[in-house]
């Protein structure tokens, strides 16, 4: 069975400086494809980045990268200069098969101190 | 991607009644997805439909509560039938992922049953 985890349900950065978020997955298929999702109050589902399992380059979205670690089944988001509309709620997600089944993690609620 | 328009964007209705949301997307789309995000949760996949075949429901949902239909590669709705206050949640339609990007999603149903 495939799972994703993120273990921070709460973050806070200050404006303007860095913060990563973390997500750990599993699954025992060799293709497969991560995303982060960003959900402000308006609760519209947005993708930030995404990253294909057989790529070793981290993906990298203006001021959003990932740090893959494809042997530790880690895909942590880096937000860098942050900015106020950041704030949101942060999923890591991941799909693998043919079925294209999103598998969510709990989530992480950002806030974005002035 | 594909833009999807959602609608109602929010309802307050009686316990008993039912609701349906509807899901009209921009291209025409193989797989559309229906889930629930409970107060403070992750997303949750009610089903997946599928053009001229019955939906797939996961474990948990039945098709009498959440009758889904497909009548065309573009269109679908999802019906909340003899709501309770526990049927108070979001609700996100989704369309297959595009290689470039990703999962597209609604703007979400806010639905309070009281």
């Known amino acids: 069975a495939q799972t994703v985890t993120q273990s921070q349900p709460e973050m806070s950065v200050q404006e303007a400086e860095t913060v990563t978020l973390s997500c750990t997955y599993d699954?025992?298929?060799?293709?497969?494809?991560l995303f982060w999702y960003k959900q402000p109050p308006s609760r519209q589902m947005i993708l930030v980045i995404r990253?294909?399992?057989?790529k070793q380059q981290n993906a990298t979205e203006n001021r959003f990268s990932v740090n893959f670690q494809k042997a530790a089944k880690s895909f942590s988001l880096k937000i860098s200069d942050s900015q106020l509309g950041d704030a949101a709620m942060y999923f890591c997600?991941?799909?693998?098969?043919?079925?294209?089944?999103?598998?969510w993690g709990l989530g992480t609620s950002l806030a974005v101190n002035p | 991607s594909a833009v999807i328009s959602q609608k109602p964007s929010r309802d307050i209705c009686q316990r008993g009644t039912s609701l349906t949301i509807q899901c009209q997307v921009d291209?025409?789309?193989?797989?559309m997805f229906w889930y629930r995000q409970q107060p403070g949760q992750s997303l949750t996949l009610i089903a997946t439909?599928?053009?001229?075949?019955?939906?797939?429901?996961e474990s948990g949902f039945v098709i009498d509560k959440f009758p889904i239909s497909r009548p065309n590669l573009t269109f679908s709705t999802l019906t909340v039938s003899n709501m309770s206050p526990e049927d108070s949640s979001i609700y996100l339609c989704?369309?297959?992922?595009?290689?470039?990007?990703?999962?597209?999603f609604g703007s979400g149903t806010r639905l309070t049953v009281v």
């Open positions: 439909a599928n053009q001229g075949s019955e939906a797939t429901y």
């Open positions: 699954t025992s298929e060799s293709d497969y494809y």
């Open positions: 989704s369309v297959e992922p595009h290689p470039n990007y990703g999962y597209t």
């Open positions: 997600a991941a799909y693998a098969g043919n079925n294209r089944k999103l598998i």
């Open positions: 291209s025409q789309v193989t797989m």
């Open positions: 990253q294909e399992a057989y």
